[in-house]
């Protein structure tokens, strides 16, 4: 296997706020595999918060080198992502970025997108909701009103603030006929929570995502037992074994390959939410179509889906483009692979 692997900086349309802090680039480490007839590609797309920059994803893609070099049958994507898991513990999207391209090499080879590859029916994809970072209300309103011209009909809203009511207002106010999900980033105390959920449930929110610190699970359980609106986690539910734990104070957990480390891994966490009866959505981070696109080959098997990662990148940022449109829809077509045009 020939073995790429590139670093890109895509620089964000605009500034990005959430309760942790902005940005305004992402940098990503795009990872090419080639078996002389085909080349696979993916992206790792790290987070600081999981223990990951663009510099550790090279430093370990380089590490790996001969191990991918040696790869002779991408058909073994579990095998090789256990493998990965084994030697390379925690780096999920050093991990991810290389399932990805052997994910995509399989659909090229197999000259099959991945959704019909793993016999899942593209009209379940459900649309994208569209991130709306924080910033001061009248923004907020304005960026809302633009999402909902642009054709989003759900919005993904950044909380975690002095004044999150006057900004949930001013955004319900732009784009009243957005459905509106909230995040809080882990911003909120467990009380704060509650009484939060109270007033965002006039406002028809469809659910609060991450609303306490990942670090107090009791405090989450509280605020899952006293909300008037479902509860959806994200930091709280990072890999496999999280699921279970979770499934007594969540309705909703948050996947994204990025923390999980793979697709055969993001299908088993899959799974196993819904054999604990939770409502699963896939998440991502600031990413390449060359990982967000992975994303959406799965997202028939989701309730929801925050895939708006490239969505959010400056017009000619991304060298690659793939099957989440502008708007929200998911385009599961006849692409081989993730469907990267
Ligand atoms: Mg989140």
Request: glycine residues 8%; hydrophobic residues 40%.
């Amino acid at each position: 296997m020939n073995v790429d692997v590139e670093r890109v900086s895509l620089e964000l349309a605009e500034t990005f706020t959430i309760s942790r802090g902005s940005q305004d680039a992402a940098e990503n480490v795009v990872v090419r595999l080639s078996d002389g007839e085909y080349e696979g590609v993916g992206a790792a797309a790290p987070s600081s918060h999981y223990g990951e920059t663009a510099d550790t994803v090279e430093a370990v893609l380089e590490g790996l080198r001969p191990d991918l070099e040696a790869i002779d049958d991408p058909f073994q994507v579990a095998a090789i992502e256990a493998d990965l898991r084994e030697s390379i513990r925690g780096n999920p999207a050093a991990r991810t970025a290389v399932s990805i391209a052997l994910h995509d090499l399989v659909g090229k080879r197999t000259e099959l997108p991945l959704w019909r590859y793993w016999g899942l029916d593209p009209d379940e994809a459900p649309e994208t909701s569209y991130t709306v970072g924080i910033a001061d209300p009248e923004t907020m309103g304005e960026k809302a009103a633009r999402a909902a011209d642009d054709g989003y009909d759900i919005l993904k809203v950044k909380v975690g603030t002095d004044d999150d009511r006057a900004r949930i207002a001013a955004v319900a106010d732009a784009a009243p006929d957005a459905t509106i999900r909230v995040d809080a980033n882990e911003a909120w105390t467990p009380k704060e929570a509650v009484r939060n959920a109270e007033w965002l449930a006039e406002y028809d929110v469809e659910f609060v995502e991450q609303p306490v610190s990942a670090e107090d699970p009791e405090g989450l359980r509280y605020v899952y037992e006293h909300s008037p609106l479902p509860i959806a986690v994200d930091e709280s539910c990072v890999e496999l074994d999280d699921v279970p734990r979770v499934a007594d104070r969540a309705d909703v957990v948050v996947l994204k390959l990025m923390k999980c480390g793979g697709l055969v891994e993001a299908r088993r966490m899959i799974h196993t939410a819904r054999a604990h009866g939770l409502e699963v959505m896939l998440g991502c981070m600031i990413e390449s179509d060359a990982a967000i696109s992975a994303g959406g080959q799965l997202a028939p098997l989701c309730d929801y889906v925050d895939l708006d990662g490239s969505l959010l990148l400056a017009a000619d940022a991304d060298p690659y483009d793939g099957p989440v449109c502008p708007g929200g829809a998911i385009d599961l077509d006849d692409v081989p692979g993730i469907g990267l045009r």
